[in-house]
């Protein structure tokens, strides 16, 4: 009787040993079979954000290559034709009634102002010349185009000591710029205008406010998603390649301040302004 209850007892011992076993080795393979697919999924989310930043830095590559094209015809041509237009104008000046005179030198004037208008648009727009004079330059005289409208009141502050970026960090940040300036144009309603540029050794920020009317910020965000737009959403994409922080705070009748912070920049000592 003793042999067949330690036979039983042996039985039920390697019984539970062998389903445990293969418990364990169920929740091993499970284990393993879950990492792995964590894995693989992480990595095609990798893939699928180095593509799409591929992606957008070919098409930011081909928008630099066609502003530059676009200086160069603005340069080129339009320029010219204005120069012929101020030139005919002062030909045909001598001939011109007294009584309609005004109105033609009036005309000559506007087509001067042109001209100066032209140049700056050509100069903004072509990326070696940004390159050149830096982006505190390239900002201030962006802003000095502003204040010549006469519909806003411009401030420009610089703080630290003032040295370069590299020149893919101040192209972006001027094209940053522009996009922040041309929304204030078109939907600010503001009356002023201030930009800082504050340099220290760790770190470079820039900040451009109003005093408009303001906004909400989620809800804009959440339109240019639903809408695909290329608005907020693409100055934050380009700011994520030069590794910079984009923020935006505004309230609805309250102005709206933009910051851009870019950690550990390149440094070039020279001084940009």
Not at 101 to 124: C, F, G, H, P, W
Not at 159 to 171: K, V
């Amino acid at each position: 009787m003793q042999p067949t209850t330690d036979s039983t007892a042996l039985t039920i011992i390697v019984s539970t040993l062998t389903l445990l076993s293969l418990c364990i080795a169920i929740i091993c393979f499970l284990f393993l079979y879950q990492r792995k697919r964590f894995r693989h999924q992480h990595e095609l989310m990798e893939v699928r954000e180095a593509y799409n930043q591929a992606l957008f830095e070919s098409k930011f590559a081909i928008q630099e290559q066609t502003l530059d094209h676009i200086s160069k015809e603005l340069h080129a041509n339009f320029s010219h034709l204005v120069s012929l237009i101020n030139i005919n104008l002062s030909e045909i000046l001598p001939q011109i009634p007294d009584n309609q005179r005004e109105n033609v030198i009036e005309t000559k004037s506007l087509a001067k102002q042109l001209m100066s208008d032209l140049k700056a648009l050509s100069a903004n727009l072509n990326t070696d010349h940004i390159i050149h004079i830096g982006v505190g330059k390239a900002l201030e005289n962006e802003l000095n185009r502003l204040s010549k409208t006469k519909k806003y009141k411009i401030t420009f502050i610089v703080t630290g000591d003032a040295y370069r970026l590299s020149a893919e960090h101040e192209i972006i940040l001027f094209r940053l710029c522009q996009e922040v300036l041309n929304n204030v144009v078109k939907y600010s309603k503001a009356s002023a205008v201030s930009a800082t540029l504050a340099f220290s050794n760790d770190h470079f920020s820039l900040t451009i406010s109003d005093n408009g009317i303001g906004f909400n910020v989620e809800r804009a965000l959440n339109q240019s998603g639903d809408k695909q737009s290329t608005g907020l959403l693409n100055m934050q994409k380009r700011a994520s390649l030069i590794n910079a922080k984009f923020s935006i705070l505004s309230q609805v009748g309250k102005g709206t301040l933009v910051t851009i912070d870019t950690p550990n920049p390149e440094i070039q000592k020279t001084s940009i302004l």
